[in-house]
């Protein structure tokens, strides 16, 4: 969806409902929740360990493990029925509109590429190559305040600290410019110093981006 065609809304849910399958039972974990998020509007959940934040999330997305699933309600996402949409047009909508960090950039990234490969990867599926995807890369970790970034760039995600992984995984979702940011507890594990660069990085970009978080 172009930023001329953008929904009011950023995103809502209505009524949605989640389930896990438990020792062949579904077990409720979310019920008839109902948000709406507009265009360029921050929106926190909060809530004990355990209460659906993360599942709201990945529900969103539809990145649900195999024993979830979506038992009612609706996802709007920028005007588009999430539920309706088919493997390509979801890929294009992960790709495109929305990007996820997660709580443990450490596992979100993988261990065994470097850094550039990863960040360059997501320019070349959007068609950008060779040094211009390099460049594109570089510019995105200068963005979420890496103050070397071509040495970054040549190191695999175990020789960063947790607060430089993070950095890599915010730069990553951003690399697609995309119109909803979700941060699943981005903070967590990061000393009390580097989380609030963190959250401050967060803030900025978003008024850079105007992007909904």
Known sequence: MTNSAKA?????????????????RNRAVLRNLSLTIGQGEAYGLVGESGCGKSTV???VVRYLPRNGSITGGAISLDGQNV???DAEALRRAR???????YQDPGKALNPSI?????????????????????DRAIAMLNRVRISDPVSVMQRY????SGG???????????????SMLILDEPTTGLDA????????LIAQLRQELSASI
């Open 164 to 178: 430089m992984q993070q950095r890599v995984a915010i730069a990553m979702a951003l690399a697609n410019d995309p």
């Open 193 to 200: 110093t580097v989380e609030a660069e963190v959250l401050d």
């Open 157 to 160: 995600p175990h020789q960063l």
């Open 57 to 59: 999330a990945l529900t």
């Open 8 to 24: 009011e809304n950023a995103l809502e849910l209505t009524d949605l409902s989640v389930a896990y399958r438990v020792a062949g």
């Open 114 to 134: 470097r850094v550039s490969r990863q960040l360059t990867e997501i320019f070349e599926l959007g068609g950008v190559s060779g040094q211009a995807a390099t």
């Open 95 to 101: 790709a495109e509109s929305v990007s996820m960090v």
């Open 83 to 85: 539920m309706k949409l």
